[in-house]
């Protein structure tokens, strides 16, 4: 999908472990997707196409090193392919809901080229840490000469 993934949205898992994703998430990542365990105890889905160029980027590591076999088992041991209902749902597997720690509120977070999956929990710990404020970002920004 060419159009880029954006936006917070906020939804309840549902008491058979599906979760509701917006519509305008739902257009760019196609009706059939990858999901994985991400960084910072969150999940992230891929189009089938980023899901490609992900793996292809994976591939390019080789096998000859063992960090390179354990980063690609990291993803691709935990990735499954789902699919949504005829209500815009999915079925997160039991396994990558305990991971992300996911049990009711989740936040839904389109990030370019995947779409990252939170336990609202461990999102609001995310925005409560420094690295994440305005003012550091900014100073970031600056430091790598980034210009708008």
């Known amino acids: 999908m ?16 599906r979760l509701i994703i917006p519509a ?15 960084f910072d105890n969150c999940l992230s889905a891929y189009s089938q196409e980023e899901w490609e160029k992900f793996t292809a980027k994976l591939d390019g590591l080789g096998n000859s090193k063992k960090n390179a ?3 690609k088992m990291f993803f691709r041991e935990n990735a499954y392919d789902v699919e949504f209902d005829s209500q815009g749902r999915i ?7 305990e991971m992300a ?45 980034f210009d708008f």
Not at 24 to 38: E, P, Y
């Open 91 to 97: 079925v997160i597997p039991a396994d990558l809901r």
């Open 69 to 71: 076999r354990m980063i």
């Open 101 to 145: 720690e996911i049990v009711k509120e989740v936040a839904i977070v389109g990030s370019g080229e995947k779409i990252d999956i939170w336990s609202k929990e461990n999102y609001d710990e995310l925005h409560k840490q420094k690295e994440f404020s305005k003012e550091y970002i900014m100073d970031l920004l600056e430091e790598s000469d």
């Open 2 to 17: 060419s159009e880029s993934m954006k936006g917070k949205y906020f939804h309840n898992l549902d008491a058979k472990g």
């Open 24 to 38: 305008k998430l739902r257009d760019s990542i196609g009706h059939k997707f990858v999901i994985t365990q991400g």
